[in-house]
């Protein structure tokens, strides 16, 4: 691991630096940040200062704290979303591939009606009607999520599975379990972990644009794309808050990207 | 005569482990018009490679370090790839193993042998087309006019490599490089390949490096010989002498016929423990891929189960270990009716019956290492573990001839082919199985490597008294293991019956024809084999 970390091109050591750093904040935002998450601590859309590295927003809160704590928001927010959706999806996956005839069938089908929707039509149905909070909120993210996962995962383990090994472990009688686990996940990590990058991504970009439109993260919660809502009128007179949020936003994608990149490059075995 | 293409010195490295290392050592070879020089080797000997060398090409990671490689005067060494690519094609061209992947599947036979020329600019279309039905024509190939217009999936293994064949005559190289050709292909049709080759090179005086493992096919085609090891020269000499003479010692392994089986008497009165009866079978539930197969494996003998491909050898093995269910016909195995499912046989069954498969590279999962491999089935059919389970596994792999303490650490992916095979069968064994079925558990491996297999098997037979149900299309290895002779055609058993029984005349009449086509270490082989089909046929 450590030899492989050594290896890594600069690009997705840069990726790396931005997502540790990402994280860093997220795990210790109350030490870092200077103020609160909500308090109001200024005036509105103050410019950057000694007191106020990045200003205030739309009602006077320190903008730097609340990018803090909405990196912890976020980013935290879409690992939970993506684990879960991971969990869902390559567990059926494996499992419609493995067991074929009807179980594939029904799982498969199912899928695919909930694949015709889209996606944030989808959920902004969902949300709307149950209401936002943060399990709702993680759990249609990862329900709607891991329709993708199934479809890769069920691909992937399908190619597995036909190899001789497998068919050696079912006539020894091994059950269900064991050819998941032992046989078929370890040969399906590298594609599914450069796919868990690109999910997470995803996952967040999907959070921030339901923030957006008011059905993700409630107010007074510090989110990046809620951030960019709040303060998006500031832009019509030239103050630049709302495209701090929007940057960061901007940043980590691409910098998961980056790591993604290296790992789909690893996983694929292919020479630069 | 004059010399086509003369190589001197070639030196070629690889880049692995992080540094350019030496694969092919010094070699010279000359080839003349009108001449076939052998090159024969067990894989890694860098037989591919020289044959790729001689088109100034070589792999990815590759790279010529030094030498001279000179076709009628132009010295490919230094040249730019402008040159190269008139060369090849042109002067030399190159027939690869598999011919169905070298077929684009979309495009018509025909349209991709007058693409070359067309390319080239040496002909027209029309008169490109009249060659290839020329070509095809001389080459045997059925309804040389129309043949062309079928698509790659609308011929045969053997028509399709004599296509590819006569696409490398596309351009009129005088140089063709012939890359294991045959080997994919089954023994009936593999002469009519090698019928092929031979004329090109004696009737249109083309000058040929023919490449490949089996020393008794390159006997059939080639002038002289010469022998690779570990991309170094061992022997080289004119064909006959080489076999007559052989001078050293790895050469005369290779040529050593195999017999490796005392013989053993068959009688009624022994144990037949796996009994089948009747049996069909059906992939698609219109046609039956199995009929009437009836069968029994007597304890502590081999049965081997010969046919080409295709004609269900290996169907036959899915369906006694139950992975194809039977539609009808029963299993008696150890005394036992057993279910034709495998999900509804209970643990003892499956256990007594473990099966290997052809190719141990997909037979291993890559991500267990060997002590896991071998260790799996103890635990799950006996519950061993922990310090009792490691003894066994060393017990286990010492029984294989591997040495525990290298290898019981090491991951799938770091054996090689045979090793691999070798931790397939100590799998098998740790069930302590009364019944293997070895579907061609040689055939992806060498000669030599694969003979030490068969060895192996042989000797825990001897040692155990495990019965082998063994599938393969190779006769040799039939020679050299088998008590008993099925022979299957077409999905149904057309003769079975003891060794010699089968082996001595009279046959059936599909049983001769595959006997016959059986390359023999005789450079009149082929000839007299064509002579006597042609005979027979006028």
């Known amino acids: 691991m450590i030899k492989l970390l050594r290896q890594s091109p600069l690009s997705a050591r840069i990726g790396m630096g931005i997502l540790l750093f990402n994280v860093f904040l997220a795990l210790f935002a109350s030490v870092i940040a200077p103020y609160e998450e909500t308090s109001v601590v200024g005036d509105v859309w103050e410019s950057f200062s000694g007191n106020f590295f990045l200003g205030t927003d739309h009602i006077g809160r320190d903008l730097f704290s609340r990018m803090i704590y909405g990196a912890r928001n976020t980013v935290a927010l879409a690992f939970v979303t993506t684990v879960l959706s991971f969990l869902i999806g390559s567990s059926l996956g494996f499992i419609a591939a493995v067991k074929g005839g009807w179980v594939d069938q029904m799982l498969s089908r199912i899928i695919d009606a909930i694949m015709a929707f889209p996606t944030l039509i989808f959920a902004l149905m969902i949300l709307s009607v149950v209401g936002s909070s943060i399990p709702t909120l993680i759990t249609t993210i990862a329900i709607l999520d891991s329709t993708r996962v199934y479809r890769l995962s069920r691909a992937v383990a399908m190619d597995i599975e036909v190899m001789e090994f497998v068919e050696a472990a079912r006539l020894r009688g091994e059950g269900l379990w064991w050819i998941i686990s032992q046989e078929i996940l370890p040969n399906a990590i590298p594609p ?15 959070i921030a644009s339901l923030s957006f439109l008011g059905l993700g993260l409630q107010p007074p919660l510090a989110d990046w794309g809620g951030m960019v809502r709040e303060n998006a009128g500031a832009i019509t007179f030239g103050i630049y808050t709302p495209l701090i949020p929007a940057a960061a936003i901007a940043c980590l994608t691409v910098g998961v990207n980056l790591i993604v990149d290296w790992l789909l490059h690893l996983s694929s075995g292919l020479q630069d | 005569m004059d010399n086509l293409l003369k190589i001197k010195n070639l030196n070629i490295e690889g880049f692995y482990e992080d540094r350019w290392q030496p694969i092919v050592h010094n070699i010279n070879l000359e080839l003349k018009r009108g001449e076939v020089l052998g090159l024969i080797g067990e894989s890694g000997a860098g037989k591919s490679t020289i044959g790729l060398a001689a088109m100034g090409y070589t792999r990815q990671g590759c790279r010529i370090a030094s030498g001279s490689i000179n076709i009628e005067g132009i010295e490919l060494y230094d040249a730019s790839e402008e040159d190269l690519r008139l060369v090849r094609g042109s002067k030399i061209a190159y027939v690869a193993q598999s011919a169905a992947a070298s077929f684009n599947p979309s495009h018509r036979v025909i349209n991709q ?5 067309v390319q080239h600019g040496l002909m027209a279309y029309d008169e490109a087309e009249k060659e290839a039905i020329d070509i095809y024509r001389r080459l045997f190939l059925p309804t040389p006019e129309t043949i062309g217009l079928r698509y790659p999936h609308e011929l045969s293994g053997g028509q399709l490599q004599r296509a590819m064949v006569a696409m490398a005559m596309s351009c009129k190289p005088d140089i063709i490089v012939f890359d294991e050709p045959t080997t994919a292909l089954d023994v009936t049709t593999q002469i009519e390949v090698l019928a092929a080759v031979k004329e090109i090179t004696e009737t249109m005086n083309k000058a040929a490096l023919y490449i490949t ?18 991309g170094r020269l061992v022997e080289e000499g004119e064909t006959r002498q080489l076999i007559k003479k052989p001078k050293e010692a790895y050469t005369r392994e290779l040529l050593n016929v195999r017999n490796l089986r005392q013989e053993k008497s068959i009688s009624d009165k022994m144990d037949v423990i796996l009994k089948v009866r009747d049996l069909k079978a059906t992939y698609t539930g219109r046609e039956n891929v199995l009929e009437d197969i009836d069968l029994d494996v007597r304890k502590g003998r081999t049965v081997a189960l010969v046919g080409e491909s295709g004609s269900g050898k290996s169907t036959l093995a899915r369906v006694i270990t139950g992975l194809l269910p039977a539609i009808c016909g029963s299993i008696n195995f150890l005394g036992q009716e057993i279910p034709l499912d495998f999900k509804t046989r209970d643990k003892d069954t499956l256990r007594r019956l473990q099966m290997i498969y052809q190719m141990p590279d997909t037979a291993l999962n890559p991500r267990q290492t060997v002590r896991k491999i071998i260790g799996r089935p103890l635990k799950f059919y006996f519950g061993i573990k922990g310090r009792e389970a490691e003894e066994r596994i060393r017990e ?18 770091e054996l090689s082919g045979g090793e691999k095979q070798r931790i397939c069968i100590a799998r098998a064994l740790a069930a302590r199985p009364d019944l293997i079925i070895c579907d061609e558990v040689t055939s992806a491996l060498d000669q030599l490597v694969g003979e030490g297999i068969l060895d192996l098997l042989q000797d825990l037979q001897n040692k155990t008294n495990i019965s082998y149900l063994f599938i393969t299309h190779d006769l040799a290895t039939v020679k050299a293991i088998a008590d008993k002779i099925v022979i299957m055609l077409e999905g149904r058993i057309i003769e079975q019956g003891d060794k010699k029984e089968v082996l001595t005349p009279p046959h059936h009449e599909y049983t001769d024809k595959l006997l016959a086509s059986v390359p023999e270490m005789d450079p009149d082989w082929l000839d007299n084999l064509l002579d006597k089909r042609l005979s027979t046929f006028i």
Do not use: S, W
């Open chain 1, 192 to 206: 599914l972990m450069a796919e868990f990058g690109l999910r997470f991504c995803f996952v967040f970009l999907f």
């Open chain 2, 113 to 117: 042998y007058v693409e070359a020329p």
């Open chain 2, 213 to 230: 493992h089996d020393l008794a096919v390159v006997a059939q085609v080639a002038n002289r010989i010469m022998v690779l090891r570990n």
């Open chain 2, 396 to 413: 286990l792999l010492t029984k294989i001839e591997l040495d525990p303490d290298t290898y019981i650490d090491r991951l799938a992916t």
